[in-house]
C-alpha cells in the first residue's frame, strides 16, 4: 500500500492570479510573486508562457464563464422590472438552459443543488446580497408605502422604456387559474390548472390547460376549442418549460395572428418560480416587456384575480355541478376544456378584464385605484422594534426635570415615525390641528399617541408642534398655568386630552 500523500491543493482566486501575472510582467520574480500571492510558481509560468487555456482553477464548471456572467447580468436587470430573482429562480434557468443546449446534466433530479448555488455565489459575490434582498422580500408582504412606491418606479421604468402612454390593447397580465373537480371529497379533489392571460382593453387569450399526464389521451388533443392548446408537466403544476411554451408558442405566435402592435407590457408575478433567462431572453428579443407584480399581493394587483377568475370559478361550479348531474365520470381531463369554453362564452369578459386593470390600477396607471383597507400591515422583526412599551405612557410621561425626559421624548417620537410610511405621517402632520379624527377608524388610537407625543416634545423645546399657532398656545397656556403654580404634568394632561375627547381651549379664558 502506497504510503505517499497527496500535495495539498492550493486555491487562489481569478483577481489574485491577474495581479501576480502583472507585478511579473512589471519586473517582480516569479518566486517572490509566488510566495506573495500564494500561487503555485509552475501556475505562474505556464500562464506567462500560454501553456495552458486561461481558466479558474479546480473541476469544469457546468455553464461556461459568458453563460454564467450572462445569469448575473439577468438578475441584475430583472430586479429593475420587479421580478424577484432568488434562489428557486437561478437555479430553475440553470436546469432549463442545460436542458435547452442538450448538454450533459450532471445534476441530481436535473436540478442545480446547495453545493452548485453556493459555488456560484462564491463565484460572484456581487450578486449575493441581490439574491439575499430578492429571497428577503418574497416572505415579506408590502405596505401601503410599498406598494405606492412601486408604482412610482413602475412608471418612471415604463416611462424610459417609451411604454408609459401604450394603448390598453398593447397591456397584458397571465395567471395561473385554479379550478376544482367535485366528483371526490375535498381532500381528494383533483385540481384543474389554467393558464390565462387578458389585455386591459378586454381581449382574452386562448387559455392553456395543464395535465399531469406523461401521454395525454388524443380525446383530449381532440376536446380543444379553436385556439387553445394544452400542456403537461410531472406534477401537472406549471414548470419553468411550460410558461416557456405558453409565451413563445401561444401567447407571441396569437398576438402576431391579432396584429397587435409591440411593444407589449405583460405583468406576471413577480416571485414565480417559472421565470427562466430564456424566458427573459426571448421576451427582449421579442418585444415582450415583462414586469412583475409585488410578491404576495395578488389578489390587490393582478387585474385577472380582480374580477375575472372570481367569476370564472363561480360559474365553473354551476356548470360542473350540473354537467355530473347528467354524467358520471371519475376523469374530468376530457371534458376540461368545453366545460370551460361554455362558462367563458356566458361571462362579460371584456368587461370583466378592463374592470380589473382599472380597479388594480395598472390601467389607467394610477395608485389611488387601489383600496388599501384590504392591504395587510407589515409586521417588524423583532431586532427592530424599540426596547421601549410604545403603550407605557406612564414612564414617557411621568414628571421629569432637564435633558433626560426631552431625550425621552425625542427618541420615543422618532421611532414611533419610522414605524409610519411617509403617506401616513403627512396624513397624521395635516390632521394634527383638527379637533377631531376623521381618518381611517383603526389609524384612530395610533394618531392621538402620535400626537400626544409629538405635542409633549414640542412643549419641552417650546418649538411649533406643527404650526406657529398651535405652539402659540401651547406656550401661553403654560404661562397661565406657571403663574398658578400648577405642576407641568398637570399642563400637559389639561392641552392633551385622551383620543376620544378634543383640545381644551378654554384654560386661556379662565
Not at 487562489?12 to 510566495?35: C, F, N, Q
Not at 423645546?461 to 405642576?487: G, L, M, Q, R, W
Request: overall charge negative; aromatic content about 10%.
Amino acid at each position: 500500500m502506497s504510503t505517499k500523500s497527496k500535495r495539498p491543493r492550493l486555491l487562489y482566486s481569478r483577481e489574485a492570479l491577474e495581479e501576480a501575472i502583472a507585478d511579473i510582467k512589471a519586473g517582480m520574480p516569479v518566486k517572490t510573486a509566488s510566495e506573495k500571492y500564494q500561487i503555485p510558481r509552475t501556475t505562474l509560468h505556464n500562464k506567462m508562457t500560454a501553456r495552458y487555456a486561461d481558466k479558474r482553477p479546480g473541476p469544469e464548471t457546468v455553464l461556461t464563464t459568458a453563460e454564467e456572467n450572462a445569469l448575473v447580468q439577468w438578475i441584475a436587470n430583472s430586479s429593475k422590472q420587479g421580478l424577484m430573482v432568488g434562489k428557486q429562480q437561478l437555479v430553475n434557468s440553470v436546469a432549463f438552459l442545460v436542458k435547452t443546449l442538450n448538454r450533459e446534466n450532471p445534476f441530481s433530479n436535473g436540478r442545480p443543488g446547495r453545493h452548485w448555488y453556493q459555488s456560484f455565489l462564491r463565484r460572484h459575490k456581487d450578486i449575493v446580497s441581490r439574491i439575499n434582498e430578492n429571497s428577503g422580500f418574497v416572505k415579506t408582504c408590502a405596505d401601503e408605502a410599498d406598494i405606492r412606491n412601486w408604482f412610482h418606479e413602475l412608471s418612471s421604468y415604463l416611462e424610459q422604456k417609451r411604454l408609459l402612454d401604450i394603448p390598453a390593447s398593447r397591456i397584458f397580465a397571465a395567471e395561473m387559474c385554479v379550478l376544482f373537480s367535485m366528483n371526490a371529497d375535498d381532500e381528494d379533489r383533483e385540481k384543474i390548472y389554467v393558464q390565462m392571460a387578458g389585455s386591459a382593453d378586454g381581449c382574452l387569450v386562448p387559455p392553456m390547460l395543464l395535465f399531469d399526464n406523461e401521454r395525454l389521451p388524443s380525446k383530449i388533443y381532440q376536446s380543444l376549442p379553436r385556439g387553445w392548446t394544452c400542456s403537461k408537466s410531472d406534477d401537472g403544476c406549471m414548470k419553468p418549460e411550460n410558461f416557456y411554451e405558453y409565451v413563445t408558442q401561444h401567447f407571441k405566435k396569437w398576438l402576431v395572428k391579432r396584429k397587435v402592435d409591440f411593444p407589449v407590457v405583460l405583468f406576471v408575478d413577480g416571485k414565480a418560480p417559472y421565470l427562466t433567462l430564456s424566458l427573459s431572453n426571448f421576451c427582449l428579443r421579442n418585444k415582450i416587456q415583462l414586469i412583475g407584480l409585488l410578491p404576495n399581493l395578488s389578489h390587490i394587483l393582478q387585474p385577472l384575480n380582480k374580477e375575472l377568475f372570481p367569476s370564472v370559478k363561480e360559474a365553473w361550479k354551476k356548470t360542473l355541478e350540473f354537467h355530473l348531474q347528467k354524467e358520471a365520470t371519475n376523469s374530468l381531463k376530457e371534458y376540461v376544456a368545453p366545460l370551460l369554453k361554455s362558462v367563458l362564452d356566458d361571462l362579460q369578459i371584456d368587461q370583466l378584464l378592463i374592470n380589473g386593470f382599472l380597479t388594480t390600477g395598472l390601467h389607467p396607471l394610477t395608485e389611488d385605484a387601489l383600496n388599501y383597507d384590504k392591504v395587510p400591515k407589515k409586521i417588524l422583526p423583532k431586532s427592530e422594534i424599540p426596547e421601549f412599551d410604545p403603550y407605557n405612557l406612564n414612564e414617557i410621561f411621568q414628571v421629569e426635570e432637564g435633558e433626560q425626559h426631552l431625550e425621552k421624548c425625542m427618541n420615543v417620537l422618532n421611532h414611533l415615525e419610522q414605524w409610519l410610511s411617509s403617506s401616513k405621517l403627512e396624513i397624521f402632520n395635516e390632521a394634527f390641528d383638527h379637533e377631531k379624527w376623521t381618518g381611517r377608524i383603526e389609524d384612530k388610537s395610533l394618531f392621538y399617541y402620535w400626537r400626544k407625543v409629538k405635542t409633549e416634545v414640542a412643549y419641552l423645546n417650546f418649538e411649533p408642534a406643527k404650526s406657529d399657532t398651535s405652539c402659540e398656545t401651547v406656550i401661553v397656556e403654560a404661562d397661565v398655568h406657571s403663574s398658578t403654580n400648577e405642576s407641568r404634568a398637570d399642563i400637559v394632561e389639561i392641552i392633551i386630552e385622551d383620543s376620544e375627547k378634543e383640545y381644551s381651549t378654554e384654560i386661556i379664558e379662565s
